[in-house]
């Protein structure tokens, strides 16, 4: 599982000399976590109650987009259909990036979310970016599953074992009496270990049998399939019979259009599905980029908006990314809190204005620092 620390600390006294406090203490001198330091731009500001009300609109944003992020992974991992996972990978990207990749080297991208913008109008562009996104899934995903679901329903039909199994394409015309207004042909499906019973008394279970009339068509590890022609007016009793001697006749009526149709909408449907694949996969491979970097940019969003509120004005704070080493996970806790555990009810250093709002990053474990987790675990089904 790909696990990643969205973080800031106030600079001290400059974002500069955090950004390399931090490296010192949980790179440098003891590997505990992959560092990366992230710009932000200079984003407005706004009011302290837009601040605050943005703050959770964003967790509730954050937590959609997410959704979203993973339903198209998950849906993508679904329709590939026992592909690699390398093949999965191959096309989630997010800007042409492996994900981890785009999140380490992340740059705001200023033509999707201009800068000058308020804050609360880059969440409203994110929210209906992800949710026009959405509802277009929901659409397409619904399409391509119909015809997917018709067709396996067909396939079910085609496979399994004999007891239940469309048997169209195990017969031909010339195993069945088709012109006699008295006569009728059966399939009877005998278990493999009584296919010498059943030769033996066939004949027997009931009158009007016509004798030498059995013929196997086809076998496989548990069953056999066999014919018998009889008299039509016989024939409920001679299922009774041959039920109490575990040998079951399949209901079937040998009907050569109702064959070729099933056969035209098998074809069709495998067309359908085949035309509808390559259209689908690059879509969810777009839509994918779009709506993963869309949701960076929310917890871009929140770092920013939660750092202001934490640290106060004006701006200057370090955000930064740790993705801690394997079974390092408590020791990183035990550095960060070791690091920070200044700022625990302390008020920022050089007469900065402090905002102490209660239920900031309500929800989520309190940290002296700004604190977010994000799990790159995509196509898994969380």
């Avoid at 099933?262 to 491979?285: A, H, I, N, T, Y």
């Amino acid at each position: 599982m790909a696990e990643f620390w969205l973080v800031s600390a106030p600079g001290d006294p400059t974002p500069e000399t955090t950004w390399s406090r931090l490296q010192l203490r949980t790179s440098t001198q003891s590997d505990l976590s992959e560092n990366h330091r992230i710009h932000l731009p200079d984003l407005k500001v706004g009011t302290l109650d837009i601040l605050v009300g943005l703050s959770d609109d964003l967790g509730k944003i954050d937590t959609y987009v997410e959704s979203v992020v993973r339903k198209i992974a998950n849906y993508l991992s679904d329709i590939l259909e026992g592909d690699s996972q390398e093949k999965l990978s191959e096309n989630l990207k997010a800007n042409g990036e492996d994900p981890q990749r785009y999140l380490a080297n992340f740059h705001w991208d200023v033509a999707k979310y201009p800068v000058k913008q308020p804050l609360k109008n880059l969440s409203d562009i994110v929210s209906k970016q992800v949710s026009q996104i959405d509802a277009d899934l929901k659409t397409r995903s619904s399409q391509y599953n119909q015809v997917r679901q018709s067709l396996q329903s067909l396939e079910r039909r085609q496979a399994g074992n004999m007891m239940t199994r469309n048997l169209a394409d195990l017969v031909s015309k010339e195993d069945f009496v088709t012109d006699s207004e008295y006569l009728t042909t059966l399939l009877v499906v005998v278990p493999r270990s009584l296919a010498g019973d059943w030769r033996l008394s066939y004949e027997k279970l009931t009158d009007m049998v016509v004798p030498r009339s059995s013929k196997m068509l086809h076998e496989d590890n548990d069953h056999c399939l066999f014919t018998v022609t009889l008299f039509r007016k016989v024939v409920d009793e001679f299922k009774l019979h041959a039920r109490e001697n575990k040998f079951l006749v399949r209901d079937f009526s040998y009907d050569e259009n109702s064959m070729d149709n099933e056969r035209s909408e098998m074809q069709r449907l495998e067309s359908d599905k085949r035309k509808q694949f390559g259209p689908l996969v690059r879509w969810l491979k777009v839509n994918f980029s779009e709506a993963f970097t869309a949701w960076v940019h929310v917890k871009m969003l929140r770092v920013f908006v939660e750092s202001v509120l934490r640290y106060g004005l004006p701006v200057n704070f370090q955000a930064m990314l740790l993705k801690p080493h394997k079974k390092t996970t408590r020791k990183l806790r035990d550095a960060l809190d070791e690091l920070y555990a200044h700022l625990e009810g302390a008020s920022n250093s050089g007469g900065q204005e402090v905002v102490d709002i209660p239920g900031i990053t309500t929800g989520q474990e309190y940290y002296p620092y700004v604190y977010f987790l994000l799990h790159l675990d995509l196509g898994e089904n969380r």
